[in-house]
């Protein structure tokens, strides 16, 4: 697939012509006979001519509509789907696979990075965790949906990335759409006076519950705020750089107003994660430090779980109560069903610790593994209310240790490659910001994935597996000797 394709030939447009035609007359045909999926054959054909011959402005265009997209409950066979996102995703999937085929050449270097290495790792255990999945149809599924969010949102980003312009692009895109949806909540969410009960669901259409929408904002705050002070570096105007900052205080209201703690937390823990970058502590540091803190709390973890039985505050509309309830595992609901959810993940994989009970399969499997001690008032045996709530442990009851060491891997590859960019005397300061900015988006997920689990929403794939394209494309950046940004083209954005 050519990135700056475009119709040249006659025979080209008279394809293209008679295509459409034939489109619009299959849409017109269900139109008449009222069988109403036929009418989406000219968007799907519009789709799939726009993918091929504009494959940029098409990623562009999936990016901003992201977080505009509306997730569908059933739309047949029992299967969610959101819209118009996620058939978009599939065409340009294959695609990506099909030219991928074609061209069969990959570059060595790429398949040496440790992220890159990490990926196709837990990828490939995933494969095997399917055939001996306890739910096989459920766990293909479930694997097929990982192919194809890794392969758009990560393998065919960094290859548009090379031009690092279009990183920024990307990046802005998805900054429109997120501002589009949050500024919307915002103003519904006034009118109730922002209470706590319709912070829960306001959100709604465009995301589940506030626990997902604000782990997808909370991506962007870093991301908004790097244009706002570094935006010149990036060609964008002085009006355009205010603009973002409006764009990270209108995202940082919407987070606390969303009264979810983990955000509050993942948030903190970016800004901790910034000091720690402004000092230059490397990687293995960092690591060492996390190792000794899980040491510990593991050693101390009854005096730590006697002081957190010690809080009973319960959620609250008032944000200060609120935030105090983060550590009451005592009376709080939420808190104590999500300590049920990480038992029965224990449990689990102590029953299959190698190839977990499969992909996909936590929800129809936990229910025999809850304790009748750990049940809560909000406990269901038919898995709604959230999933593992936690990304951790869900990757330790579906796919093993193994795929657990590989899930973590990705994480922790991810962050190495962002400050070998950022500690990288080479490095350009825009390279710099840009994988900072990213880098800190990264953090508030990876410490959000601590309590929920949503790698599997294209709402969250999009901006998880993008940014950590971003910082691998801007290790090759360094290596092909791109030194400025304001010089790039921007030809093929077209």
Same mark, same amino acid.
């Given at each position: 697939?050519?990135?700056?394709?475009?119709?040249?030939?006659?025979?080209?447009? @008279?394809?293209?012509?008679?295509?459409?035609?034939?489109?619009?007359?299959?849409?017109?045909?269900?139109?008449?006979?009222?069988?109403?999926?036929?009418?989406?054959?000219?968007?799907?054909?519009?789709?799939?001519?726009?993918?091929?011959?504009?494959?940029?402005?098409?990623?562009?265009?999936?990016?901003?509509?992201?977080?505009?997209?509306?997730?569908?409950?059933?739309?047949?066979?029992?299967?969610?789907?959101?819209?118009?996102?996620?058939?978009?995703?599939?065409?340009?999937?294959?695609?990506?696979?099909?030219?991928?085929?074609?061209?069969?050449?990959?570059?060595?270097?790429?398949?040496?990075?440790?992220?890159?290495?990490?990926?196709?790792?837990?990828?490939?255990?995933?494969?095997?965790?399917?055939?001996?999945?306890?739910?096989?149809?459920?766990?293909?599924?479930?694997?097929?949906?990982?192919?194809? !969010?890794?392969?758009?949102?990560?393998?065919?980003?960094?290859?548009?990335?090379?031009?690092?312009? !279009?990183?920024? @692009?990307?990046?802005?895109?998805?900054?429109?759409?997120?501002?589009?949806?949050?500024?919307?909540?915002?103003?519904?969410?006034?009118?109730?006076?922002? #209470?706590?009960?319709?912070?829960?669901?306001?959100?709604?259409?465009?995301?589940?519950?506030?626990?997902?929408?604000?782990?997808?904002?909370?991506?962007?705050?870093?991301?908004?705020?790097?244009?706002?002070?570094?935006?010149?570096?990036?060609?964008?105007?002085?009006?355009?750089?205010?603009?973002?900052?409006?764009?990270?205080?209108?995202?940082?209201?919407?987070?606390?107003?969303?009264?979810?703690?983990?955000?509050?937390?993942?948030?903190?823990?970016?800004?901790?994660?910034?000091?720690?970058?402004?000092?230059?502590?490397?990687?293995?540091?960092?690591? !060492?430090?996390?190792?000794?803190?899980?040491?510990?709390?593991?050693?101390?973890?009854?005096?730590?779980?006697?002081?957190?039985?010690?809080?009973?505050?319960?959620?609250?509309?008032?944000?200060?109560?609120?935030?105090?309830?983060?550590?009451?595992?005592?009376?709080?609901?939420?808190?104590?069903?999500?300590?049920?959810?990480?038992?029965?993940?224990?449990?689990?994989?102590?029953?299959?610790?190698?190839?977990?009970?499969?992909?996909?399969?936590?929800?129809?499997?936990?229910?025999?593994?809850? @304790?009748?001690?750990?049940?809560?008032?909000?406990?269901?045996?038919?898995?709604?209310?959230?999933?593992?709530?936690?990304?951790?442990?869900?990757?330790?009851?579906?796919?093993?240790?193994?795929?657990?060491?590989?899930?973590?891997?990705?994480?922790?590859?991810?962050?190495?490659?962002?400050?070998?960019?950022?500690?990288?005397?080479?490095?350009?300061?825009?390279?710099?910001?840009?994988?900072?900015?990213?880098?800190?988006?990264?953090?508030?997920?990876?410490?959000?994935?601590?309590?929920?689990?949503?790698?599997?929403?294209?709402?969250?794939?999009?901006?998880?597996?993008?940014?950590?394209?971003?910082?691998?494309?801007?290790?090759?950046?360094?290596?092909?000797?791109?030194?400025?940004?304001?010089?790039? #083209? @921007?030809?093929?954005?077209?």
């Amino acid at each position: 697939m050519s990135f700056q394709k475009v119709i040249t030939t006659p025979k080209e447009n @008279r394809l293209l012509i008679l295509t459409g035609l034939t489109g619009l007359a299959i849409g017109l045909t269900g139109s008449i006979l009222e069988i109403y999926e036929l009418t989406l054959v000219p968007f799907a054909i519009g789709l799939v001519f726009l993918c091929y011959y504009k494959p940029a402005f098409y990623v562009l265009l999936i990016a901003f509509l992201v977080p505009l997209s509306i997730f569908i409950d059933d739309v047949g066979g029992g299967l969610g789907l959101s819209l118009p996102t996620e058939p978009m995703i599939w065409i340009l999937f294959l695609f990506f696979f099909y030219q991928s085929l074609i061209e069969s050449k990959v570059d060595k270097r790429f398949l040496k990075e440790p992220l890159v290495i990490f990926i196709l790792a837990n990828l490939l255990w995933m494969a095997v965790t399917v055939a001996t999945s306890t739910m096989p149809l459920t766990s293909a599924k479930y694997f097929l949906a990982r192919c194809w !969010f890794v392969g758009v949102f990560f393998f065919f980003l960094f290859r548009i990335f090379q031009n690092p312009n !279009f990183i920024r @692009r990307y990046l802005s895109y998805m900054l429109y759409g997120t501002f589009i949806v949050v500024a919307f909540t915002l103003l519904k969410h006034s009118a109730e006076g922002f #209470s706590r009960g319709w912070g829960y669901a306001i959100m709604k259409p465009f995301f589940g519950d506030h626990t997902i929408y604000s782990a997808y904002i909370s991506f962007f705050v870093p991301v908004a705020t790097m244009f706002a002070l570094r935006g010149n570096w990036f060609k964008f105007g002085a009006l355009h750089r205010l603009f973002f900052a409006l764009v990270a205080l209108v995202l940082i209201i919407g987070i606390v107003f969303s009264y979810t703690r983990a955000s509050w937390i993942s948030l903190i823990a970016a800004l901790a994660f910034y000091q720690l970058i402004k000092f230059k502590v490397k990687f293995k540091h960092i690591i !060492f430090t996390i190792s000794i803190i899980a040491i510990i709390g593991y050693i101390k973890q009854e005096q730590i779980l006697y002081s957190l039985e010690s809080n009973k505050q319960g959620s609250a509309d008032d944000l200060e109560s609120h935030a105090e309830s983060m550590s009451n595992i005592t009376t709080d609901p939420s808190n104590l069903e999500r300590m049920n959810r990480w038992h029965c993940a224990i449990l689990m994989f102590k029953e299959k610790p190698v190839f977990g009970f499969g992909p996909g399969t936590y929800t129809f499997q936990y229910a025999p593994f809850q @304790r009748p001690e750990d049940l809560t008032i909000i406990s269901t045996n038919s898995g709604d209310l959230g999933n593992t709530h936690s990304e951790y442990f869900n990757a330790l009851s579906e796919m093993g240790l193994i795929g657990f060491i590989t899930w973590l891997g990705v994480f922790l590859a991810s962050i190495y490659t962002g400050l070998k960019v950022i500690y990288d005397p080479i490095s350009r300061n825009w390279q710099k910001s840009l994988a900072t900015a990213v880098l800190l988006g990264l953090i508030t997920y990876y410490v959000h994935a601590f309590l929920n689990n949503f790698s599997d929403f294209d709402k969250i794939a999009a901006p998880l597996w993008g940014f950590m394209a971003v910082l691998v494309a801007l290790r090759f950046h360094k290596y092909e000797g791109q030194t400025d940004i304001m010089a790039l #083209s @921007r030809k093929d954005l077209s």
